[in-house]
């Protein structure tokens, strides 16, 4: 009874989670002009006014660059301070950690504020490379996170035998430790792209005209009217967020199985 409530209540909760977004799909396909249900019918003229205006295109085009550079900036400063923080021990371990995940728990809008006045002097601001630059620092504490979890089923050991070998420190890791935490590597890279294509706060403090991404054009255009393009462009960002978490699940699983079959064939299983 007690495992059957459980069930119950994880239900429900993913229900009441899933229902504004549920609720919305079906209106990117109505073929009235306004946010009703029961829908008037079904069309596709909400998707072709996205693919066809010089209103809504820039934007995504904005997103996928933002995110592609933010996320590969991000996983390039991201596994190599995971590694440093897995090599670390003691207190100055919790102290560098607590820094690193700051922009995970610190507000949005403080890290919006403090970005704009770092990048306002230097002139950063209304810029794409500042806006990739801001992202990718809100991306990084995904990539330490997941690149840490791999890191815990590394044997440490293997580090040792490669400097007896004669691999230097940077080799050594190149060699033998990024290829067995890849699979963590590409799904922080995958969470900091996901990250880089949802935020929208940030965006409308330092981003201007030209690197308008598309939450921010969505915000924009609910403040001028409601128009159901926009549902159309809140359902295409849904379904990149679930091609995404697919691609992080099967990385995931993919992991396991190389961890599985490397327990399989050390020495001390047999």
């Known amino acids: 009874m007690g495992r059957g409530l459980l069930w119950g209540a994880g239900v429900l909760a993913a229900l009441f989670l899933l229902a504004p977004i549920v609720a919305i799909l079906p ?35 904005n997103s996928l660059l933002v995110g592609g550079a933010a996320s590969a900036l991000a996983t390039a400063l991201g596994t190599p301070a995971a590694f440093g923080l897995w090599r670390m021990r003691g207190a100055a371990r919790a102290v560098a950690l607590g820094v690193v995940l700051a922009p995970m728990v610190v507000p949005v809008i403080v890290v919006a504020v403090a970005l704009l006045l770092a990048f306002g002097p230097v002139g950063l601001v209304a810029t794409h490379a ?6 990718a620092a809100l991306g990084a504490p995904f990539v330490v996170v997941t690149v840490l979890a791999s890191l815990e089923g590394f044997d440490p050991v293997q580090l040792r035998a490669a400097a ?19 699979p963590g590597v590409a799904a922080g890279a995958v969470f900091a792209f996901a990250t880089s294509l949802d935020e929208v706060v940030v965006a409308l403090f330092i981003a201007g005209p030209a690197q308008r991404t598309l939450p921010r054009q969505m915000f924009a255009g609910l403040n001028d009217q409601i128009s159901l393009t926009t549902a159309a462009a809140a359902a295409m960002l849904v379904g990149l967020s679930v091609l995404l978490l697919l691609v992080v699940a099967w990385l995931q699983a993919r992991a396991r199985r190389r961890s599985h079959a490397r327990d399989a064939l050390s020495p001390r299983s047999s």
Do not use: E
């Open 164 to 182: 007896a070998c004669g691999a230097g420190p940077v080799r050594a890791f190149l060699r033998v430790c990024l290829p067995q935490i890849a």
């Open 27 to 61: 209106l990117s396909f109505s073929a009235g002009s306004f946010l009703l249900y029961p829908l008037p019918g079904v069309s596709l003229r909400w998707y072709r006014d996205f693919f066809a205006s010089d209103f809504w295109l820039p934007a995504l085009w």
């Open 130 to 135: 500042g806006l990739i630059v801001a992202h």
